[in-house]
């Protein structure tokens, strides 16, 4: 079963602007990490966020942690064309076996030159 | 250095028939893991190897579904008899473990391009 749930399903921006997606998750977690994906196949890290921190930036990319509401956000700052993409949080409870990643259904993000 | 690689890159075949897809992760990366994506959906947890062993096979949808992994390296995902609902995109991922890897906060993990899996 798929413990996160990204908000909004579908985000449509114009270049420049900034971009907002939203995950929350069920159970306790070692950390969460957010995931791109173009056309359907291979994904790219992009950032991971320990359950001890509460945001963190890499680039444009700002991501913030809230573990008692159990949520993260992403913001992509200043978008680009290039940004369009899906996006993906994932979860790591650091309990199961080799703590595997349980992801949520994804953004999928228009950015429109 | 190389990422994770996936062979083939897409495989179309007959409900019934079998097919093997090959998964080779970074060289050293002891963690290896299968997932598959259906259409417009997120990542599903097939099996996770650490070494060549197999501690975590829970994601497995039915016993027509194995995996192994040999030298710690290269793995194969075969799906017997393949059923229609088995097509999706077959993703795996490869993670250096380290000791203590829950203290230390986890680890990212690399994906491999995937392969497309068709079932006429």
């Known amino acids: 079963s798929q413990q996160g749930e990204e908000d909004p399903q579908a985000l449509s921006i114009q270049e420049g602007e900034n971009a907002t997606m939203n995950c929350s998750y069920k159970t306790s977690i070692n950390n969460l990490q957010w995931y791109r994906q173009n056309s359907g196949r291979g994904l790219v890290h992009l950032i991971l966020i320990r359950s001890n921190e509460r945001e963190k930036h890499s680039g444009r990319l700002r991501v913030t942690l809230d573990t008692s509401k159990k949520s993260s956000s992403l913001l992509i700052t200043a978008s680009r064309a290039a940004d369009t993409a899906s996006y993906f949080c994932a979860t790591d409870d650091g309990e199961t076996s080799g703590s595997r990643l349980t992801f949520g259904e994804g953004t999928q993000l228009t950015v429109n030159p | 250095g190389a990422g994770v690689s996936q062979s083939p890159s897409n495989k179309v075949t007959e409900k019934g028939k079998d097919v093997e897809l090959r998964c080779d992760p970074i060289?050293?990366?002891?963690?290896l893991y299968w997932y598959r994506q259906r259409l417009g959906q997120g990542l599903e947890f097939l099996i996770y190897?650490?070494?060549?062993?197999?501690?975590?096979k829970s994601g497995l949808p039915s016993d027509r579904f194995s995996a192994e992994r040999t030298g710690e390296s290269v793995s194969t995902l075969t799906i017997q008899r393949t059923q229609q609902e088995d097509s999706a995109v077959y993703l795996c991922?490869?993670?250096?473990?380290?000791?203590?890897?829950?203290?230390?906060?986890?680890?990212?993990?690399?994906f491999g391009p995937g392969t497309r899996l068709t079932v006429l």
């Open positions: 190897f650490q070494g060549n062993s197999a501690p975590d």
């Open positions: 991922a490869s993670s250096f473990r380290k000791r203590h890897y829950v203290w230390r906060g986890g680890n990212e993990q690399f």
């Open positions: 060289s050293g990366h002891t963690a």
